[in-house]
């Protein structure tokens, strides 16, 4: 089981019964039923939009011959990991200088203010004000800025934007 679990670590267990089913040439309604489970629920776990609970992770296991609490320590793991990429997420702008009204269009709760760098430069050194400008400058340092706009200056308290772009005649 240890090389079982090493190798699935971090996936949601939904993910890895879904392959086991289609392995096994089982449907998911009728292996639901089988576990007195409504379809549903089951069809929610292989998408990865439920978690296992104990007591189904036990039914998974038993019915597809697998040792106890295998699902159940992958779904652990899954949780960890979660938590580990929330935690390593943390560098992110101070909330209250930056205006929710940038970001109209999208949760600005759920950017992904690493992955998202380029369209949050971009988006603050279009629209935003010189207190957002700076913000954003510190978060990001002045080479993703500079590869972002094309300057890395402050002048009058601004970056001269997209400065790099001649425009099209």
């Known amino acids: 089981m240890e090389i079982v679990i090493e190798k699935y670590k971090g996936i949601h ?3 890895i019964l879904e392959r086991e089913l289609k392995k096994r040439n089982l449907k998911k309604g009728p292996f639901a039923l089988s576990l007195q489970e409504y379809p549903q629920t089951l069809n929610g776990i292989t998408k990865g939009q439920r ?17 106890e609490g295998t699902m159940l320590l992958l ?7 979660k938590e580990q990429q929330k935690s390593n997420s943390g560098k992110h702008p101070n909330l209250s200088v930056i205006r ?11 950017i992904d203010w690493e992955k998202q760098y380029k369209a949050v ?4 050194f279009e629209r935003g004000n010189d207190d957002e400008k700076k913000e954003i400058f510190m978060l ?3 080479d ?7 300057s890395d200056r402050i002048e009058n308290n601004t970056i001269p934007v997209m400065a790099h772009i001649k425009p099209k005649q």
């Open 13 to 15: 267990p939904g993910f």
């Open 51 to 67: 978690g296992l609970t104990s007591a189904l992770s036990l039914k998974i296991d038993k019915a597809l011959g697998l040792e």
């Open 75 to 81: 779904q652990a793991y899954y949780e960890i990991k």
């Open 100 to 110: 929710k009204i940038l970001f109209w269009d999208t949760d600005i709760n759920k």
């Open 121 to 124: 430069i971009k988006r603050v």
């Open 140 to 142: 990001y340092g002045k």
């Open 144 to 150: 993703k800025i500079k590869e972002v706009t094309g």
